[in-house]
């Protein structure tokens, strides 16, 4: 199983990412934050890769963070591949991006609401065209879920950027939601655009989709698992029991639990 989407932060973003969740959300959130120990967790579950990320919330802090994840993978010896962070205001954007790329990183995480910036931003054009030339790919949060469902037209954003750059590859987290139907058309016109399941099935999620889970039967080959780990408020196996309980083969089962992913990692 690969888990296309989980988190690793630097301990004092970590613990004030905690802190930001306990002052302004319901959810209890009790995983371990240790990179190793998160691996560990990972691991336990059946996991044998796995992609993290973090997030510049502001300006002049991405290009240090982009050294730490790529120092974390290091330490964990290919286990976990880490996805870069970008910040538009920032000076030099293209260049500490690309020496990211060099450092390690497989691609991009982009988190809308938590960063305030839209993935169409013009200043991400060279970001996305380096993206796209280098096989990699780019998991974006898009809108402010779940804390508002009005995406600004997200599809629309995704489609801009696809329809500039074909070659890049697109993972749409937690199935896209509430614009999942509109994403799945989506995926008809760009054959390089992904959704993933994080925290999109579960029941007990406060991101579960409101969709029927038929709709999601003929897009199996463009679907990934991913969990938001160690940052959800319910256990690991309810993201996998979810899975396992949609409408569909075991057969596509694999594709979302494996080998979509292994396809877009190039493992
Ligand atoms: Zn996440």
Redesign the pocket.
């Known amino acids: 199983m690969i888990d296309i989407?989980?988190?690793l932060h630097p301990p004092r973003l970590f613990a004030a990412i905690r802190r930001w969740f306990v002052e302004n959300s319901d959810w209890k959130l009790t995983q371990p934050t240790e990179p190793g120990e998160v691996a560990q967790g990972l691991r336990s579950h059946g996991v044998k890769q796995f992609v993290f990320?973090s997030y510049a919330h502001k300006p002049a802090m991405a290009e240090e963070l982009n050294a730490w994840l790529a120092q974390t993978a290091r330490s964990l010896d290919g286990f976990g591949l880490p996805l870069a962070t970008v910040h538009p205001d920032d000076e030099n954007v293209d260049g500490y991006y690309e020496k990211a790329l060099s450092a390690g990183c497989i691609g991009l995480?982009i988190?809308e609401d938590v960063q305030k910036i839209n993935i169409d931003d013009p200043r991400l054009e060279a970001v996305h065209a380096l993206t796209a030339e280098r096989g990699g790919f780019v998991?974006v949060?898009v809108g402010a879920i779940p804390f508002s469902d009005n995406t600004n037209n997200g599809p629309g954003r995704i489609a801009s950027v696809l329809a500039r750059h074909p070659r890049l590859n697109v993972v749409i987290?937690?199935l896209g939601v509430p614009d999942t139907l509109a994403y799945l058309d989506l995926t008809e016109k760009f054959d390089n655009l992904y959704l993933d399941t994080?925290?999109a099935l579960s029941s007990r999620s406060p991101l579960r989709a409101s969709l029927d889970p038929m709709r999601l039967v003929p897009y199996a080959r463009r679907i990934l698992f991913?969990s938001?780990y160690p940052?959800l408020p319910h256990p690991y196996e309810e993201e996998v029991s979810a899975v396992q309980a949609l409408p569909l083969s075991d057969g596509e089962k694999r594709l979302i639990f494996e080998e979509n992913a292994a396809k877009l990692l190039k493992l």
């Open positions: 989407h989980t988190h990320c995480k988190h998991l949060h987290a937690h994080t925290m991913g938001d940052n």
